[in-house]
C-alpha cells in the first residue's frame, strides 16, 4: 500500500473535494482520483460517496479513516523524533495572541528559563493575532505549543486552560456613558459601535449576547483584532464591547464593567495530540500546567 496514497486519502477525507485536496497536495485532480480509486480496489470497498460538490466518507471509509490518521501521525511522530534527536534540537516554536504575547508568555517564558541549567531557545509569533490561524499553524506542525482561544472540539488538539479576560464596554473620554461605574449590555444599543468581524472568534459570542437583550448594535466598523477596535475607540468612532485587556489602560478611553450579561473569555495552551515534543518542550508543558495560576488578564 503506497504511503503517498494513505495522505492523498487523509486530505481529501478532511477536504470532502477533490479541487482543494489536490491543490493542497500539489498533485493533479485525476492522478488523486486515480489514487483514491486504487486504494478502493485494493481494500475491496468503496471509501467515498458523491453528495453535491461534497466527496462523502462511507461507513468504511470512516473507519479506514481512524486506521490512517493514528498510523500517519504516528510514523510523523516517529520521524519528528529522529529529527530532533539526529540535530539535537533545543528550539520550542510558540504562537500566541497579542494579548497573551505582551506580558503572559514572556513571563512564563522568563520564568521557565531560569529554571534550566541546558541551553533552550524559543521562537515567537503572533501569527496575525487570530486563534484559527494559530491552531491551522500548530495543525500543520509550524509550532510546538500555541497560546490562544479555544477554535474547536476536535480531538488532534489538547486545550488547557490559562487566563481569562472580561468582557467590558469601552467609550471615549467624553461619551455619555463614560462616567458609568458599571452598565448593562442593553444600555448600550442606542449609541454606534464599533463590532468584531466574523473572521473573529468574538463576533458570534458578542452577538449572542446583545440576541440575550433582544436587538444587535448599529455597527459603524467591523475590525478583526480587539486592538484595532480599542484604536478606534479611543479616537472617537464609537463604543465597543471588547475582552478587558491590558492595552486599555494606555488609550485614552474609559472602561466599563458589564453587569449583565456577563461572560469570560478563556484562554488555553494548545498542543497537538500524537505529536513528538522534545524534552525541553515537553518540561515547558508541565512548566505551564504547574504555575499558569489561571489568572484574569
Known sequence: MNLFHLRYFATLAKLQNYTH??????ITQPSLSNAIHGLEAEL???????????????????EFNRTVSHTLATLDSGIERLQHQAHGQTVIKLAALRTLSTRWVPSM?????????QDVRFEFTNENGLSPKIIQGLRAKKYDICFCSKVDEE????YFPIASQALVVITPVNHPLAQRKQIELSETLPFDQITFSKKSGLAPIIRQLFAECGAQPHSVYSIEEDEAVAGLV???????????????QTLPLQVIPLSFPTWQRIFYMATLNDHYQAPAATDFIEFVHQHHANISL
Open 109 to 117: 517564558v522568563r520564568h521557565f528559563l531560569e529554571t534550566r541549567s
Open 155 to 158: 480531538e488532534d488538539i489538547a
Open 44 to 62: 475491496g470497498v468503496t471509501l467515498f460517496a458523491r453528495q453535491g460538490r461534497h466527496m462523502i466518507l462511507t461507513a468504511a471509509g470512516r
Open 234 to 248: 479611543a479616537n472617537g468612532f464609537g463604543i465597543a464591547v471588547v475582552p478587558n485587556m491590558p492595552l486599555l
Open 21 to 26: 485536496a489536490a491543490q493542497q497536495l500539489h
